[in-house]
């Protein structure tokens, strides 16, 4: 469960990125997050995992406030959370396999277990037989699999997306939705960050609409 209660964050030069955010989404749910760039979508994301903190008001994951956690417990909510990053962050100069098995490896998991479990999230996104091939040489779409295969190798609990499609024609952009479906169907809470109003549209899907950093609508889902 995610759950933001009067949530604000103000960066160093004054200026809000979110003001009094409130909205909870269930465990085994899935939502989008809407809104023109710089609206705080990717602001907003960035506080589920800790990777920033709240001017005010409170964060809870699965009941959990996080400004009560201390930093050394951290690691442990972020294992249950898998981040689709806008601009893949991966390691061109790896292998799919390395790329995918690096959560993994920072964790101290056995070789053996590293190796079924990075199997397991390649074969979920369609990539089992690209283990060897280094990123250079993989299309963009396969790049944001490999992205989604790294973020799916803890087995986590929740799942973010910040733009995942942005660079993607609409034949693909529309596979890579489709597996976020996949994955929500068998119970991981989904949050997806996008600005595609028109592929939006296609999916029956609560959608939370942000705009200078406030919500400024609750979009229940499209029968």
Known sequence: ?????????????????????????????????????????????????????????????????????????????????????????????????????????????????????????????GLLGRQRARIEELSGGEQQRVNIARALVNRPRILLADEPTGNLDPDLSRDIFDRFFEFHAVGVTVLIASHDVELLKQYPVPRIALNQGRISAFEEAES
């Open 1 to 125: 469960m995610i759950e933001f209660a009067n949530v604000s964050r103000r960066y160093a030069n004054g200026q809000f990125g979110l003001q009094d955010i409130s909205f909870r989404l269930p465990a085994g749910r899935m939502a989008f997050l809407t809104g023109h760039s710089g609206a705080g979508k990717s602001t907003l994301l960035r506080l589920i995992p800790a990777l920033d903190r709240p001017t005010s008001g409170k964060v809870l994951i699965g009941g959990y406030d996080l400004n009560r956690m201390g930093r050394h417990q951290y690691p442990k909510l972020r294992r249950q959370i898998g981040v689709v990053f806008q601009d893949h962050h991966l390691l061109a100069d790896r292998l799919v396999f390395d790329n995918v098995a690096l959560p993994l490896q920072v964790s101290g998991y056995l070789p053996g277990d590293i190796r079924r479990r990075v199997d397991a999230a390649l074969d979920k996104v």
